[in-house]
């Protein structure tokens, strides 16, 4: 067993998470359809691929881009039709302004722990984003920590089967406010007789006026700020609906393009 289950097992992170419906990637092609995006998409943090496949079969052409080579191998795999390449959400160089669209998705944008890595990560789109460009992400929203304990006041246990191997999980979750960070434990058991696994991760905890800010200090036009809906929100996006007006729930969905830029 390794120290990160997940990553290091992508096939049991989809099974894990499963997403037949590919919302994620649904979700993400009505944000870009509504805002005229052009056809060249970068997923970056694309994980197993799911999404980028899914936006590739919509027509897009699509580039998913991860740190994890055990991932980006995965989706060559399973998820084929995306040209998979290894980047570092910290800053990448694939191009300038090659890109219609820069899209990142289920938190991938809050591995960017610090304002050095943010200012990495934005300035890197910008750089690969054509006139026009869309940068579209979905996360954690950092507001609904603020006097809200729920997901916070005892640890979640979970298990699922996966190749005839029960799996279960007990995550715990603690807001460190120095670092402006949420903290995950988890520690993973299964009734093959292995080890257990703990495994550590943390996301930024970004606030909506904090993430304007950022974005307008990079030289952003934000198109859209708001909680949902969303495919991680409950109830869950669907066709047909339109993004809210409030950022007060568990999730924060953006929608920002360049300054400076013309629409297609």
Do not use: I
Request: with cysteine; proline share 6%; aromatic share 8%.
């Amino acid at each position: 067993m390794t120290d990160n289950l997940l990553t290091d097992n992508p096939a049991l992170y989809e099974a894990r998470f499963p997403d037949p419906g590919r919302l994620a990637g649904r979700w993400a092609e009505d944000c870009l359809r509504r805002h005229g995006a052009g056809k060249r998409v970068l997923d970056m943090g694309c994980g197993t691929g799911r999404d980028a496949a899914w936006l590739c079969d919509a027509g897009r052409e699509v580039t998913g881009a991860d740190l994890s080579e055990a991932m980006l191998a995965h989706a060559r795999d399973h998820h084929p039709g995306p040209a998979y390449v290894r980047a570092d959400l910290y800053g990448f160089d694939l191009g300038h302004g090659v890109f219609d669209a820069v899209v990142c998705l289920d938190s991938a944008l809050l591995y960017c722990h610090t304002n050095d890595q943010l200012d990495g990560f934005l300035s890197s789109c910008r750089r690969a984003l054509a006139p026009g460009g869309l940068l579209v992400a979905e996360m954690r929203n950092g507001a609904y920590f603020l006097g809200r304990t729920d997901l916070l006041d005892a640890p979640k246990a979970d298990e699922f089967t996966w190749q005839g191997t029960v799996h279960r999980s007990v995550t715990t979750l603690t807001v460190d406010r120095t670092d402006q960070l949420l903290r995950r434990r988890r520690v993973w058991t299964a009734d093959d007789g292995s080890a257990p696994v703990e495994q550590r991760s943390a996301w930024r905890l970004l606030f909506p006026q904090e993430l304007r800010h950022l974005l307008t200090a990079h030289g952003y036009e934000v198109l859209e700020l708001h909680d949902g809906p969303g495919p991680r929100t409950e109830p869950p996006w669907q066709e047909g609906l339109l993004p809210g007006r409030t950022t007060d729930a568990d999730r924060l969905h953006v929608v920002a393009r360049p300054t400076g830029t013309t629409t297609h």
